[in-house]
């Protein structure tokens, strides 16, 4: 297993009126990250939050080319992030117990922090497709280039991990300094963005490359 320290490239925050940072999520042009009763639309470059909707928004987020789906309690909700509205709604997994969110393959993924394990969900429905068994406790989830990534977070220990898919083996860790949590996750080219949770803080975190 490869095992490497974060190199975190750049902090953003802490912002007014945000005392939590939940799930994060990139759709091209903006880092959107879950506050608690609000998503809030960052500007990567400025480190500016740009605009909020105004929604429930506990754990994670995510981001299918067109809409945000956000995790509200043992909710999923739908949301068309130009007008902010609520489109549709499907039961979390893990009745309240979903952690990160992520898009990948038509579907959605939900990690589920004291289950130990991730979801993939029909985005429609709410079915549960495919269950991946973790043995640590899971907060964001991505997938990047066809790798799937989670965060975890105990006590002050807190890492990035790149899992099998299919069997949930660890195959490549990339640890987070002491006291340094992360809660939300997500991938955008070389390196990843971490929601902070209570500190209030994004993260730029350098991903590894691949040959």
Not at 92 to 113: K, M, R
Not at 158 to 179: A, C, F, N, Q, Y
Not at 182 to 208: I, N
């Amino acid at each position: 297993m490869k095992h490497s320290a974060a190199d975190i490239v750049r902090e953003y925050g802490p912002f007014p009126d945000v005392k939590q940072v939940a799930g994060v999520t990139f759709d091209g042009q903006h880092v959107w990250f879950a506050s608690g009763d609000k998503i809030n639309a960052l500007d990567p470059k400025s480190g500016k939050v740009q605009r909020s909707i105004e929604v429930a928004s506990h754990a994670g987020t995510a981001f299918d080319g067109q809409h945000l789906f956000q995790i509200a309690e043992d909710r999923i909700l739908k949301i068309d992030p130009k007008t902010g509205r609520v489109l549709a709604t499907i039961p979390a997994p893990g009745n309240g117990g979903d952690s990160g969110l992520a898009w990948a393959e038509g579907t959605l993924w939900v990690g589920q922090h004291r289950g130990r394990k991730i979801v993939q969900v029909d985005p429609e429905t709410g079915k549960i497709l495919r269950t991946i068994e973790s043995n640590r406790v899971v907060t964001g989830v991505t997938w990047a280039d066809g790798e799937l990534w989670h965060g975890t977070w105990e006590g002050e220990e807190s890492d990035l991990r790149r899992i099998d898919p299919k069997t949930g083996e660890v195959l490549e860790r990339i640890e987070m300094p002491s006291g340094v949590g992360v809660s939300g996750l997500e991938a955008d080219g070389d390196q990843f963005f971490c929601g902070g949770g209570g500190s209030g803080k994004v993260r730029a975190v350098r991903r590894p490359k691949r040959k």
